[in-house]
């Protein structure tokens, strides 16, 4: 069960980016959509957010969601697909009343 702090529209938010190159061989990149990334909480399971310190106060600015931007591509000389994730994108949110997420990895702020 994940638990969202934002509209759920966030999580799946398509995002169609067609690429015709004009050099066969190039990379092209059919379409890109932005995910929530997950944080796991042994006591309370799944929260689509974090918090910035060990002291959780629901109410202050102190939660934070990252997200990711997922792209189909396809490889012409390999003649397959792959994805790509691009993480870049963060967003400070006002934490929620409810049960503690867990603490935001050191490589995320």
């Known amino acids: 069960m994940v638990r969202t702090a934002l ?3 966030l999580f799946a ?6 690429g015709v190159p004009t050099n066969p061989n190039l990379p092209i ?4 959509w932005i995910e929530a990334r997950p944080f796991e909480s042994l006591r309370f399971g799944v929260f689509d957010y974090c918090r910035g310190h ?6 202050t ?3 934070l969601r990252i997200f990711d931007q997922v792209c189909w591509v ?3 000389p390999q003649q397959e697909w792959t994805q790509t994730r691009t993480v870049n994108l963060k967003s400070l949110i006002e934490c929620p009343d409810g ?11």
């Open 99 to 109: 049960p503690e997420p867990p603490v935001c990895p050191r490589l995320t702020l």
């Open 29 to 32: 990149t059919t379409s890109c």
């Open 61 to 63: 600015l102190d939660c």
């Open 13 to 18: 938010a398509a995002i169609v980016a067609p």
């Open 74 to 76: 396809f490889l012409p």
């Open 54 to 59: 060990l002291g959780y106060k629901p109410g």
């Open 7 to 9: 509209a759920p529209w």
